[in-house]
């Protein structure tokens, strides 16, 4: 029984930690490659994030472990931040 708290505490976690980073990390990644102004680039970016962080909650709960849930949160996550830093150093923004 203990277990399967456990599990379900990760999920959540996961939902709502993991979510909210793979958001932030969208929000920033395509602030600073979306192909328009700078202001219409950040309001569209931030619209955009609602949906990768209900997309992520979906995953995390769809999933068949906990262990998936989290890879499949921040693998997306880590990429989108290095594409941001890499964006940032060349000078996209």
Known sequence: MMRYRLAVFSRAAAAILGGYLLASAAAACLAVWLPMRR???VVTAQMLSFVF??????????TRNA???????????????FLFLAGRTMGVA
């Open 39 to 41: 202001p219409d680039a």
């Open 53 to 62: 962080y209900a997309c992520g909650v979906i995953w995390v709960f769809a």
């Open 67 to 81: 262990w998936r849930a989290w890879a499949g949160i921040l693998m997306p996550a880590a990429l989108l931040g």
